[in-house]
């Protein structure tokens, strides 16, 4: 399985967009970017997942480069309740999907 | 629809004390998992089941055992507790169905083991 590199912490302003990097150098041609959030210590939440094109729901974008080597999620407005937890998450789609989460990145949302 | 549920929120064990963990679904899944996190850390699986009756070992499945006797639930058996088994343990369930790619979680069960 692909591993991934995320900046252990990050800060942003209220109201601006928020952009989280994911690095995934080894990625695999049938592996899916995955992100989930976690805030506090609520369990994980799904966020948005994508294999090659840029997608879009109504949480946030993923921008995936062209060599699939790494990824950004963008939450375009970003409220004080996305302070939480990210994890970026390589995974294949089919079958069982055992989810490998690494430490994340810890965005705080300033007013 | 409830989603996931755990029972019980929090519980606090001796060492050697057994227990035994319960993960309720709603949503007719398929699959279903058992992670635990440590402080600071990110998710690990331990167990995990791709249907009724029939289970696998994760990442870490070393001190626990589960069994999938219902769809809908998805138990995790501590025999012998010891004070490495201190976590938040979160269970989650996903579909089968092509389209659908999200794990649901549940709250989480805060374990403590003196």
């Known amino acids: 399985d692909a591993k991934t590199t995320q900046p252990p912490s990050m800060d942003c302003a209220e109201g601006r967009a928020a952009n989280l990097p994911c690095n995934h150098s080894t990625i695999s041609g049938n592996e899916y970017v995955y992100w989930y959030r976690q805030i506090h210590s609520q369990g994980p939440q799904y966020i948005i997942h994508?294999?090659?094109n840029n997608e879009t729901n109504e949480m946030a974008s993923l921008i995936i480069t062209e060599d699939r080597k790494s990824s950004t999620l963008i939450l375009p407005h970003a409220t004080l309740r996305d302070t939480a937890v990210y994890y970026c998450?390589?995974?294949?789609?089919?079958?069982?999907?055992?989810?490998?989460f690494g430490q994340g990145t810890r965005l705080t949302i300033n007013p | 629809n409830a989603g996931v549920t755990q029972t019980p929120k929090f519980r606090v064990l001796k060492t050697g004390q057994s227990m035994t963990l319960l993960c309720a679904q709603d949503m007719n899944h398929e699959y279903m998992y058992w992670y635990r996190q440590d402080p600071g850390m990110g998710l690990r699986l331990i167990h995990y089941?791709?249907?009724?009756?029939?289970?696998a070992k994760g990442e870490v499945p070393d001190g626990y055992n589960v069994s999938r006797l219902k769809k809908q639930n998805f138990l995790l058996g501590l025999e012998s507790a010891a004070p490495s088994q201190t976590s938040v343990y979160f269970c989650?369930?996903?579909?089968?169905?092509?389209?659908?790619?999200?794990?649901?979680f549940g709250p989480g069960t805060r374990l403590t083991v003196t």
């Open positions: 994508g294999l090659k």
């Open positions: 989650a369930s996903r579909t089968r169905d092509r389209g659908s790619y999200e794990q649901y």
């Open positions: 998450i390589v995974r294949v789609i089919q079958g069982a999907q055992k989810l490998v």
């Open positions: 089941s791709v249907g009724e009756g029939t289970t």
